[in-house]
């Protein structure tokens, strides 16, 4: 599940989750940035992955965590659920 947040034109941050049973938890952190608004590509100023920990540029206590942003995760996740009859269950949407 990813979550993107536009700060400026030239500036966008993502954060990445991981979902195990009922807990969502924070899987990577990226802040990407391109030079000018004429240019395409971004890339990564700043970045933490719990997997990836030689790579990072951040710690996971620096990265933004705010109750906002475990709200927005929450609800994506929500969105994602599906409530039925035993007899939907082979019906596909």
Known sequence: MRIERKI???TIEVWGFYI?????YLDYYTIFQK??????????????SRLRDRTC??????VPFTDEIKKLAFD??????RVLK??????KI
Do not use: P
């Open 8 to 10: 400026d034109d030239l």
């Open 76 to 81: 994506e996740y929500v969105k994602t659920l």
């Open 35 to 48: 030079e000018s608004k004429k240019k395409r590509k971004f890339t990564a100023i700043k970045n933490y």
């Open 57 to 62: 540029t951040t710690k996971e206590s620096e």
């Open 20 to 24: 195990n049973g009922n807990t969502i």
């Open 86 to 91: 035993w007899s939907e269950r082979d019906n």
